[in-house]
């Protein structure tokens, strides 16, 4: 937002503050400026002040308020003209090109000379030509046979705005010689406003947060209205189809206003303030809009009154019907939906609520009556609608904050003052106000105890009642058995809650008054809290920690997600089955529609996305899943995706081509995690639609099945664009942290040696591993140490449909050490245990 100093120091004097510490008061109560944009005062002596600084400043002495008094014909081209002009001092022949003072070229003297800001010889200056803001000097010179030496200046070249095409026509209040940085020299400060700011969105928002941060007087405006003719209550009537999304709606008229441009003194704040003149009816509607922070729209009233047939205007705001459009003032015909809120007649839309005009009855060179609305509007519709429609403007930045019902009558008002001002008319002697819903005014109750504890400062509640009536807020000293300050916030805030809330609220404007730099470190006064484990949270970051320190990369993927995307993870045979999701009501796009049902799925699509950057991809990610749930909120248990793909091993100069990943590496992968997390797993084989069948395990605990794993399904690999087979995982996270142990056993190290051996068994095809294990470790005891599977060997030495386990055991005792005799005995035992129950064979 953009706001000229001038114009808030008609609220509150600052003119004797410098510009820069203007800017820092705004800063440190937090109202950041981005820019200070100087547009004739002198520019800061220093540049350690810490804001952005540009513009220009007026000399004193060569610019200056002239007046020409006679517009003549250049003798030797007719785009020119020779202007006598008076300086307050002497008369110039001034040569000049601008195109708004040819209608005067050769009348003479005028009847009323032009007032105009005059640039002399020497004066430096903007280049009115130039791309962008170019400085130029002038300097004497002779132009198609004249001499010329000085200049009559655009608003480009004093740095005011971009317009060039004419010289700047000045009020008639301008004395010709006044140094133009006297007469209107200014300085634009562009600030940020934060959302829970709407309330400055204004010149006089930012004149209160002044004179409350100086102790300044702040002087409100007056707006006495000149009233007469007809009233309008019996000729009108509002109807407010939503109070939710229209809270308050007034209406004003004026009748027999004169259509003219407005006083330069209003175009030139309008375009500081980066808005650009239309009218003196429009205008209107928009320096209010900038002067009080309330959005106005001017309807031209003959127009309703001819829609309405003679019979009265009836004004009603709902919501649009589907299919149904609008032409808005920027020419283009809308189509609405039914969020739309639109400001109609009985005969259709009038206005977009709260963000831009309809053509049909907008005000034109020849109205003469205008209907004036002042309206408040709920903040979230305006701002879903102004960025449905692309369509950011004043009106729609300050609704979609916040403007609160009260500002409706005080800006209605103060528009029509101005149009009466500036284009005559007589205004009507009522207003109609429709105001269903007044919003409730929060009483807050505060302690200097709520002050110490929250600030960290003893601030007398005095000295806090006085910072707070700065801003308007009324403030009550109740004395019971403890001293409480009781704040009533002023009606155009909006941002003060209730309860803690609104405690925390108050405390926020006392500090902001009081200055943050005022606040002095201090330790923390309260007792620290007890300090309570989260069990689930800590395990969870210890499954991370583990993954990644395996070699693993964390990924965190969208919540959201499309049925499409899921169905991803069968083969394109198979029918897809119908699943419930829970679906977004405002998804931000169709593939972010409704909440996952799969991690793996959204896994895999990070993994798609990489899979041609890295010859190398191990990923995981731990996340929650969204199941649907009949008459509550939807159930979110976490999940664990793994991904793997590509080689082994990098290449190397002494390394053959590496092998590429496979099921026995991610199988590693999970006996590494459930090593360390003391869970007793086992691995049955499984068959899952995803998955590549033979080539995919469950995991399980007892009876207990946490999840499967293994290669991809050709199928579902040509459902993605994968280089090499993908191996995956998707484990159910919950399952896993309930079964993690509290506790473990520990066992000392042996002092005494091991024995190692190894023995192959010779066992049917159909035989798992892991009961030859589980059996040999059975059989072992408490002796033996170490089991590890090193070899797998089929072929015709030892029979078809045979296949020979390699074992390398480790034996070792607690208590001594063991000799030949003993290890053979555990060997001897393990083996006929193995042909008893398993028909295995010793192989020799």
């Given at each position: 937002?953009?706001?000229?100093?001038?114009?808030?120091?008609?609220?509150?004097?600052?003119?004797?503050?410098?510009?820069?510490?203007?800017?820092?008061?705004?800063?440190?109560?937090?109202?950041?400026?981005?820019?200070?944009?100087?547009?004739?005062?002198?520019?800061?002596?220093?540049?350690?002040?810490?804001?952005?600084?540009?513009?220009?400043?007026?000399?004193?002495?060569?610019?200056?308020?002239?007046?020409?008094?006679?517009?003549n014909p250049h003798p030797n081209a007719d785009r020119l003209t020779l202007c006598e002009l008076f300086d307050g001092e002497k008369l110039h022949t001034v040569l000049t090109g601008a195109p708004n003072l040819h209608p005067y070229k050769g009348q003479g003297t005028l009847p009323q000379p032009i007032k105009v800001a005059y640039a002399k010889e020497g004066a430096t200056i903007y280049d009115g030509h130039a791309e962008g803001l170019s400085l130029t000097t002038l300097k004497r010179a002779k132009i198609r046979g004249v001499e010329s030496y000085s200049m009559v200046c655009s608003e480009k070249e004093l740095g005011i705005s971009e317009e060039h095409e004419g010289v700047i026509f000045l009020d008639e209040d301008a004395q010709a010689g006044t140094p133009l940085t006297d007469y209107m020299g200014?300085?634009?400060?562009?600030?940020?406003?934060?959302?829970?700011?709407?309330?400055?969105?204004?010149?006089?928002?930012?004149?209160?947060?002044?004179?409350?941060?100086t102790g300044r007087q702040m002087k409100k405006p007056q707006s006495p209205l000149q009233t007469g003719g007809e009233a309008i209550g019996g000729r009108l009537h509002i109807r407010i189809g939503d109070p939710a999304l229209n809270s308050r709606f007034m209406a004003g008229l004026i009748r027999g206003v004169t259509m003219r441009p407005s006083p330069y003194w209003v175009q030139r704040r309008l375009r500081l303030c980066g808005m650009r003149p239309i009218s003196n009816i429009v205008d209107a509607t928009n320096?209010?809009?900038?002067?009080?922070?309330?959005?106005?729209?001017?309807?031209?009233?003959?127009?309703?009154?001819?829609?309405?047939?003679?019979?009265?205007?009836?004004?009603?705001?709902?919501?649009?019907?589907?299919?149904?459009?609008?032409?808005?003032?920027?020419?283009?015909?809308?189509?609405?939906?039914?969020?739309?809120?639109?400001?109609?007649?009985?005969?259709?839309?009038?206005?977009?609520?709260?963000?831009?005009?309809?053509?049909?009855?907008?005000?034109?060179?020849?109205?003469?009556?205008?209907?004036?609305?002042?309206?408040?509007?709920?903040?979230?519709?305006?701002?879903?609608?102004?960025?449905?429609?692309?369509?950011?403007?004043?009106?729609?930045?300050?609704?979609?904050?916040?403007?609160?019902p009260s500002l409706a009558e005080e800006g209605l008002r103060r528009c029509l003052y101005w149009m009466q001002q500036w284009s005559g008319g007589q205004i009507a002697p009522d207003t109609v106000d429709e105001y269903p819903q007044p919003p409730h005014t929060p009483t807050i109750h505060i302690t200097s105890q709520d002050i110490r504890r929250a600030l960290g400062i003893?601030?007398?509640?005095?000295?806090?009642?006085?910072?707070?009536?700065?801003?308007?807020?009324?403030?009550?000293?109740?004395?019971?058995?403890?001293?409480?300050?009781?704040?009533?916030?002023?009606?155009?805030?909006?941002?003060?809650?209730?309860?803690?809330?609104?405690?925390?609220?108050?405390?926020?404007?006392?500090?902001?008054?009081?200055?943050?730099?005022?606040?002095?470190?201090?330790?923390?006064?309260?007792?620290?809290?007890?300090?309570?484990?989260?069990?689930?949270?800590?395990?969870?970051?210890?499954?991370?920690?583990?993954?990644?320190?395996?070699?693993?990369?964390?990924?965190?993927?969208?919540?959201?997600?499309?049925?499409e995307v899921e169905a991803k993870l069968l083969p394109s045979n198979l029918p897809t089955p119908h699943t419930e999701y829970v679906r977004l009501a405002n998804p931000i796009a169709p593939e972010k529609r409704v909440l996952r049902r799969s991690l793996l799925a959204s896994l895999l699509g990070i993994a798609e996305k990489n899979n041609r950057l890295r010859e190398t991809l191990a990923l995981f990610e731990i996340g929650a899943i969204y199941l649907p749930q009949t008459g509550d909120l939807p159930a979110e248990p976490r999940r664990l995706a793994i991904s793997l793909s590509g080689k082994r091993y990098p290449n190397g100069w002494d390394e053959k081509p590496a092998a590429k990943l496979?099921?026995?590496?991610?199988?590693?992968?999970?006996?590494?995690?459930?090593?360390?997390?003391?869970?007793?797993?086992?691995?049955?084989?499984?068959?899952?639609?995803?998955?590549?069948?033979?080539?995919?395990?469950?995991?399980?605990?007892?009876?207990?099945?946490?999840?499967?794993?293994?290669?991809?399904h050709p199928l579902v690999q040509e459902n993605y664009d994968f280089s090499a087979p993908m191996l995956a995982a998707d484990l159910d996270l919950e399952a896993i942290l309930h079964a993690l142990p509290g506790g473990y056993p520990l066992q000392a190290v042996s002092e005494y040696p091991p024995i190692y051996e190894d023995i192959a068994l010779i066992v049917e095809e159909d035989t798992p591993a892991e009961k030859v294990e589980a059996l040999i470790r059975q059989t072992g005891g408490k002796m033996l140490e170490e089991v590890r599977l090193f070899d797998v060997f089929r072929g015709e030495q030892i029979g078809a449909g045979k296949k020979s386990l390699a074992y390398a055991l480790v034996y070792r005792s607690p208590e001594g050490t063991l000799t030949d005799k003993d290890s053979a005995q555990i060997r001897n035992r393990i083996v006929r245990r193995l042909e008893n129950e398993t028909g295995a064979k010793l192989r020799s």
């Open positions: 937002m953009k706001l000229p100093l001038s114009w808030i120091n008609e609220f509150v004097q600052i003119d004797d503050i410098p510009v820069v510490e203007v800017a820092r008061l705004l800063t440190a109560a937090g109202l950041e400026i981005d820019d200070i944009r100087f547009a004739g005062l002198p520019l800061p002596d220093r540049d350690d002040h810490g804001f952005k600084v540009s513009g220009i400043a007026w000399d004193k002495e060569k610019i200056v308020v002239a007046e020409i008094r006679a517009v200014d300085a634009v400060l562009e600030i940020s406003i934060l959302p829970n700011h709407a309330r400055n969105t204004s010149v006089m928002g930012i004149a209160r947060e002044l004179a409350a941060l320096y209010t809009m900038l002067e009080i922070g309330q959005p106005l729209h001017a309807f031209d009233h003959s127009i309703l009154q001819q829609r309405a047939a003679g019979t009265p205007i009836t004004i009603l705001t709902r919501t649009a019907t589907p299919g149904e459009t609008l032409l808005t003032l920027d020419g283009v015909t809308r189509k609405l939906t039914e969020t739309n809120v639109l400001v109609c007649d009985e005969h259709g839309a009038l206005s977009l609520a709260g963000v831009m005009g309809g053509a049909e009855s907008e005000i034109n060179d020849h109205t003469a009556d205008i209907l004036l609305e002042a309206a408040a509007w709920n903040f979230i519709n305006i701002r879903k609608t102004a960025n449905q429609h692309n369509l950011p403007s004043e009106a729609s930045y300050r609704f979609s904050r916040g403007v609160h003893q601030i007398p509640l005095p000295q806090a009642k006085t910072l707070l009536e700065g801003l308007e807020f009324q403030c009550e000293i109740r004395s019971s058995e403890v001293e409480t300050l009781v704040v009533t916030p002023p009606p155009f805030r909006m941002d003060i809650g209730e309860g803690i809330t609104g405690i925390a609220d108050v405390m926020e404007e006392i500090a902001r008054l009081y200055g943050y730099d005022n606040i002095p470190e201090t330790r923390l006064a309260d007792p620290l809290p007890p300090q309570r484990g989260n069990p689930s949270l800590e395990a969870e970051e210890k499954i991370r920690n583990l993954l990644a320190g395996l070699g693993l990369q964390e990924v965190i993927t969208y919540r959201m997600t499309s049925p496979d099921f026995y590496d991610l199988k590693g992968i999970l006996e590494a995690l459930f090593g360390v997390l003391h869970l007793n797993i086992t691995y049955a084989p499984a068959e899952n639609p995803t998955y590549h069948p033979g080539k995919c395990a469950a995991v399980k605990m007892a009876e207990t099945t946490l999840g499967v794993f293994g290669e991809l």
